[in-house]
Nanobody
């Protein structure tokens, strides 16, 4: 069973920065895609950012310029760097991964097979 563990969540004031890390029980390069999702209360889970085999990355349009996804090769983690945080960024953030090869890039939660437990990010005003 693949296990994903997120870390780095917490409380931050608006305008601040926070970095999240995802560690997997398997080497990250064995996954076709690894992504960060978030779910705010009473809202659907949405893709924040993802990194795909071959080096392609995706960041939700509204988050470009504030959020960055990257791989930390030394620690073999997938990190999400967040800056200029806003109260609307408050959500539970989940790390997800899949080994399934697809014709297109996986951009929906249903296309990911493995999930972490989630880490709470709260942005105060």
């Amino acid at each position: 069973q693949v296990q994903l563990v997120e870390s780095g969540g917490g409380l931050v004031q608006a305008g601040g920065s926070l970095s999240l890390s995802c560690a997997a029980s398997e080497r990250t390069f064995t996954f076709e895609a690894m992504g960060w999702f978030r779910q705010a209360p009473e809202k659907q889970r949405e893709l924040v950012a993802a990194v795909f085999s071959g080096g392609s990355t995706y960041i939700a349009n509204s988050l470009v310029g504030r959020f960055t996804i990257s791989k930390n090769n030394a620690k073999d983690t997938v990190d999400l760097q967040m800056s200029g945080l806003k109260p609307d960024d408050t959500a539970v953030y989940y790390c997800a991964a899949t080994r399934t090869r697809r014709l297109g890039l996986p951009l929906t939660s249903a296309q990911y097979d493995y999930w972490g437990q989630g880490t709470q990010v709260t942005v105060s005003s």
